[in-house]
């Protein structure tokens, strides 16, 4: 699975859009980009994956470059319950083993 | 939906005795279901693959003598710590893979166990 790279920290105003930056610069045709977060004590939380078409749901919107060598997780209005650490993760569609990295730890402040 | 639950949610046991966690699927079947382990200020670590009625397979590095998993329903894993130290002493957590076009896990609360 390709490696991806993610800023340990950012910080957002509350109400302001998040933008949370993902490098998989070695991804492959068939792996998809997946982002979770993780709330302080607590399982991982699913937002949203693509293959290579942006998405968009409730919760957030992905954005995968052309060459789908990066991607950039949008949190419309964050809001203080935001504040996690999230996980940006490149799978393979055949193979299902998530390898978590260090995520980036996202302050939102009032 | 894509619920996951773990039981209990925290546990403090004697060194050297055997600890079991439970992850339910409560609104999916999960063929098959992950458990993970986080140290504090860590991220997520890979401990196994449990598929429902099989045999789990471990990532290298995790003892599958100490850490006994078991996956005998289509909702309902379960992974023993036995004879824990104070060193197992971390954050267990569980999901369960849905396999609908894409593989999309969804993860338990996480289990607190702390080994005196």
């Known amino acids: 699975d390709a490696k991806t790279t993610q800023p340990p920290s950012m910080d957002c105003a509350e109400g302001r859009a998040a933008n949370l930056p993902c490098n998989h610069s070695t991804i492959s045709g068939n792996e998809y980009v997946y982002w979770y977060r993780q709330i302080h004590s607590q399982g991982p939380q699913y937002i949203i994956h693509?293959?290579?078409n942006n998405e968009t749901n409730e919760m957030a919107s992905l954005i995968i470059t052309e060459d789908r060598k990066s991607s950039t997780l949008i949190l419309p209005h964050a809001t203080l319950r935001d504040t996690a650490v999230y996980y940006c993760i490149v799978k393979g569609y055949n193979f299902n083993k998530f390898y978590f990295g260090s995520g980036t730890k996202l302050n939102v402040k009032p | 939906g894509a619920v996951v639950s773990q039981h209990p949610s925290w546990v403090i046991c004697k060194s050297g005795t055997s600890v079991k966690i439970e992850c339910r699927s409560l609104d999916f079947q999960a063929t098959t279901m992950f458990w993970y382990r986080q140290f504090p200020k860590q991220s997520l670590m890979l401990m196994a693959t449990s598929n429902e009625g099989s045999k789990a397979t471990y990532e290298q590095g995790v003892e599958k003598d100490k850490f006994l998993i078991n996956h005998a329903s289509l909702t309902l894993s379960t992974l023993t710590v036995t004879s824990a130290h104070p060193e197992d002493s971390s954050f267990y957590i569980c999901s369960g893979e849905i396999r609908v076009n894409t593989d999309t896990q969804y993860f338990g609360p996480g289990t607190r166990l702390t080994v005196l």
């Open positions: 693509g293959l290579k």
